[in-house]
């Protein structure tokens, strides 16, 4: 009897230990780091975008694979020349949509791919440049494969070219929501 309680308490507290995890953050950065998310069209000549995929409260702490897409803004004066796939098994572009496998369960952040522009210098400032779902995925929503191999959903971080101030880039993924959902999280 003691161990049928026993273990009804353990079942108990890894349930309300458990939280819903996200596949992190994909965002486009000035460096491989992941640190920097003001970019910069400000003289004529190549540009390298870093897209990083990046860990932020409450996401999966490693993931094997992503799919999103990083088309260029309209407010983006600069022309996109190509990527540079930074593992083997890359498919698609990042214009139009691209899946990445990490080649194992790799620890974030993780610069996944290098997207290469010839900057013209002439991009307005604060142009708002956000990874987006790949479009040819169902479900809607950047996609990425965790450790155990379990689809999450990604949030795509928002750069900005030619930030000003007021404009500042702070990386901080902004999600749609409801006020009846900002509501349920202070009821409890």
């Not at 161990?3 to 950065?29: D, E, N, P, R, Y």
């Not at 070219?161 to 509501?183: F, I, L, Q, R, Y």
């Amino acid at each position: 009897m003691r161990k049928m309680i026993f273990l009804a308490l353990v079942i108990v507290a890894s349930a309300s230990l458990a939280v819903a995890q996200t596949g992190g953050g994909i965002g486009i950065f000035s460096d491989n780091g992941g640190n920097d998310c003001n970019l910069w069209d400000n003289v004529a000549g190549l540009c390298a975008y870093y897209i990083v995929h990046k860990s932020i409260p409450g996401s999966i702490p490693g993931a094997t694979a992503s799919q999103f897409s990083a088309p260029a803004p309209a407010c983006l004066l600069a022309m996109w020349l190509s990527d540079t796939a930074i593992f083997p098994v890359t498919i698609g572009n990042s214009q139009a949509g691209v899946a990445i496998g990490y080649g194992g369960c790799l620890p974030l952040p993780l610069h996944v791919l290098t997207m290469n522009f010839f900057c013209q210098g002439i991009t307005a400032p604060c142009c708002l440049y956000r990874v987006q779902p790949d479009p040819v995925i169902p479900s809607g929503q950047i996609e990425v494969s965790d450790c155990n191999f379990v689809i999450q959903f990604g949030t795509g971080l928002c750069a900005i070219v030619n930030p000003d101030a007021s404009c500042p880039c702070w990386a901080t993924p902004v999600e749609e929501t409801t006020w009846g959902k900002v509501k349920a999280i202070y009821e409890k």
